[in-house]
């Protein structure tokens, strides 16, 4: 027999109440397959065996001692939940708070970085001036500046000469190879 078929009956069997006939393809199907027919019989021997027992009568207090029970189980449970939920609120709230602060303390620092013109500016503008004085010079003072100038040119034009000629003004001797200064130089 096919497995869908016989998990099909025994499905309905195990549905059925202690004295209830089975349905006509049931039947059938139970003539034909030992498996399901070993199926039912052992079904119908629990029922009768359950159905044998009685009924039970609960004790008078049933009713309460099951209300109290179930209401202490829940109040054991409340607190945890109530608890989780109240964490997850302090967090919710703290991070809230620290990202108004952080935002306040930006928004404090861009203000007055805003407001104050810029450090090096100022230092450029403060070493720099704008316009610079020249004081005047009178005819004495062009005139000084003028020789003082003349003299430098001169000292510079004779400080070359000496250096191309030899060192300091000096001749060496011809044929000493050295650089004794001879009694030539010194007259």
């Known amino acids: 027999m096919s497995k869908s078929i016989c998990t099909t009956i025994q499905r309905e069997l195990d549905e059925m109440a202690l004295n209830e006939d089975c349905s006509v393809v049931s039947l059938e199907h139970l003539t034909q397959c030992d498996e399901c027919r070993d199926y039912y019989q052992k079904q119908t021997k629990l029922r009768e065996m359950v159905g044998s027992l009685g009924t039970v009568s609960a004790p008078p207090d049933f009713e309460i001692r099951l209300r109290s029970r179930l209401a202490r189980d829940n109040a054991s449970r409340a607190p945890f939940i109530n608890l989780w939920s109240l964490r997850q609120q302090n967090a919710v709230v703290a991070t809230v708070l620290v990202l108004l602060i952080g935002g306040a303390i930006l928004v404090t620092q861009l203000i007055k970085r805003n407001s104050e013109p810029p450090r090096v500016a100022e230092s450029a503008q403060a070493t720099t001036p704008a316009s610079v004085a020249v004081p005047k010079e009178s005819p004495i003072q062009v005139a000084v500046r003028e020789e003082h100038n003349a003299?430098?040119?001169?000292?510079?034009?004779?400080?070359?000469?000496?250096?191309?000629?030899?060192?300091?003004?000096?001749?060496q001797s011809p044929g000493s190879g050295d650089s004794r200064i001879s009694n030539s130089d010194l007259q």
């Not at 510079?156 to 030899?166: D, E, F, N, V």
């Open 151 to 171: 003299s430098n040119v001169e000292a510079r034009r004779h400080t070359s000469k000496q250096a191309k000629h030899g060192c300091g003004g000096f001749q």
